[in-house]
């Protein structure tokens, strides 16, 4: 009897320790995705900052709570990097990374670069977190349109 008392409590410690260290890939990325990405601004390829902020890369936030992205990075194949400062993206919102210059708000950032990252052709963005990890990817090709819902 006094094992079964004992079993039984050891038992449910261990499946629930088990339930808590498999998680859901969404789980696993901290639940921030790449939802979006404009590779081909809109028009004329000429480089100006209009141009330059035509193309873009959205994350989205699916989880329930605010998520520090202190020291994540949003990367290219080539890799050209654009690490996140010290903020957070809300539970349930949305921000947009910019290629040229601006002024950065809680929706959307700014490179500050004067060329383009995102390959129209083909290309990756990649989403990691400070240490290197992946946490989410998007890819398209030449048969894609001028943008990728990821």
Not at 49 to 64: D, H, P, R, Y
Not at 80 to 108: C, E, N, Q, V, W
Not at 129 to 144: E, F, L, P, Y
Request: hydrophobic share 35%; proline share 3%; aromatic share 8%.
């Amino acid at each position: 009897m006094r094992i079964r008392r004992l079993a039984l409590p050891a038992l449910a410690g261990a499946v629930a320790l088990t339930c808590a260290v498999v998680s859901t890939p969404a789980q696993a990325a901290g639940g921030v995705v790449i939802r979006h990405v404009w590779f081909d601004s809109p028009g004329s390829d000429n480089r100006s900052n209009a141009s330059l902020n035509g193309e873009w890369v959205e994350i989205k936030n699916t989880s329930s709570a605010a998520i520090s992205l202190r020291g994540w990075v949003l990367k290219d194949v080539a890799n050209h990097k654009y690490p996140f400062a010290s903020l957070r993206i809300g539970a349930g919102k949305t921000m947009k990374i910019h290629t040229g210059s601006g002024r950065d708000t809680t929706t959307s950032k700014f490179q500050n670069r004067r060329a383009y990252v995102w390959n129209n052709t083909s290309d990756t963005a990649i989403l990691t977190r400070a240490n290197g990890t992946k946490v989410d990817d998007c890819k398209w090709t030449t048969s894609d349109p001028s943008d990728k819902w990821c």
